[in-house]
């Protein structure tokens, strides 16, 4: 069974009446559980009636401590219900009960709460207070609880100064961002999450004046970020970042950069469902229209797909593949009609290069389709096959992809792209 369905079993067999108590911890228990796999907000007010239920047995008067986890978790309910207001009140109540009565990582992790709560309802300076306080209970204390309530606690205080944005509160808000770091795992999806938002703040001071070095450090937070938070396991977070990429290379705006920012900003409204994340999207769309605008100046009457295959001709090998990853695995789920349609807009762009440039990015290319789904690497068998068919020197793009193909390829994968080729009408030289 599902923890949740376990937790309900169990508090399902205590007799609420001849023990309360045990049966108020096994709600608390239970209450928490819902809560954190809610599916919306019936599981929500669901945890907040057993809550309301267990509280009434486990009073302030008689159990601070226990009262004061339960106004916590109360809190977490309404904060994810959207009502900062009510859970900043039950964050501060809760603070009253448990912070002189518990050991110090409780009492941290406590104040952080309270703190965020504070961040919830525009009170930043209010925060900055509690967490630090929340800091200075947690700074000598030692083991992985201790570590995860001090990253937590210097991220949302990171936030709070970020949210002050004058120059030295977002200097503050880099630095800790920065040592949050330390109390993580690399590869977590809160290191991932910190990244991000040092990259941010970076950003927010880079309106402040002309920075390369910061927005360097920048574009590298916001590239260690996707590493982490990846298109797979968190894909509207990695989204989030490659918008802010695409914001970072358009700063910077070196050679290739502003290509770069229309790959990223392409990338993230690709993942973002405009009926879903509405605000996201048409931000995302700006950013496009004002990229492509830019982009016109330099290459008139140039498509997407031809800035985006100049890029992938002109970059490094690392960056080609990646950002060819970066394009296909999110198109790899969308409908075939689409995958279609944006494969054939991508070949045609290819055979526009020159065959020096073309062989440049297939070689690329191939190894990349033959880690997604079969749809995508059909699709892409077809559409080569058809812009090579439209062009003047069929010969010469047809031999080098055949080049490639026993170049990169060997055994049963060559077989079926050669056999997939000849599908849709390709002869081999």
Partial sequence: MMDT???DAELAAIDRISAPDAWAVAAYRTAVARSESAGGPADLESSLALLERAAELLTAARSPIEHGRLLTAAAN?????????????????????????VPPIERAATLANQGLAQIDVGRPTEAIELLTRAIEFVADQHGDEAGRVHGAALVNRAQAHQSVADPASLKASIEDYRHALDFF?????????????????????????????LVDEAIDAFSRSLRILTVNSFPFQHAVVQHSLALAYERRAGPLDRAR?????????????????????????????????????????ASRPDHFVWLLAATTVDERGGLLRERLL??????????????????????????????????????????????????????????????DDVAAYDGALDELIHELLHGPQRVRVRDLLETFGWTRP
């Avoid at 603070?95 to 002189?100: D, K, Q, R, S, T």
């Avoid at 690399?186 to 070095?213: F, K, Y």
């Avoid at 229309?262 to 995302?284: G, I, K, L, N, Y």
């Fill in 5 to 7: 369905d376990r937790l």
């Fill in 77 to 101: 309910c309404h904060r994810l219900l959207g009502r900062p207001d009510r859970a900043a009140e039950l964050f501060e109540r809760a603070a009253g009960l448990i912070v002189e009565r």
């Fill in 185 to 213: 795992d690399p590869g977590s999806p809160q290191s991932g999450m910190a990244l991000h938002g040092s990259g941010a703040a970076m950003m927010e001071l880079l309106r402040g004046g002309h920075d390369p070095v």
């Fill in 261 to 301: 920012a229309m790959a990223c900003v392409e990338t993230a409204m690709s993942m973002f469902d405009p009926r879903v994340h509405q605000a996201q999207w048409r931000t995302a769309a700006s950013a496009l229209e004002r990229i492509e605008r830019a982009l016109e100046e330099s290459r008139p009457g």
């Fill in 330 to 391: 999110p198109l790899s789920r969308q409908p075939v009609a689409r995958v279609e349609r944006a494969l054939g807009e991508l070949t045609v762009a290819l055979t526009a290069l020159n065959e020096e440039e073309y062989t440049v990015v297939v070689r690329s290319l191939i190894p990349v389709l033959m880690e997604l789904p079969d749809v995508v690497l059909e699709s892409a068998c077809a559409s080569l096959c058809a812009a090579h068919q439209a062009t």
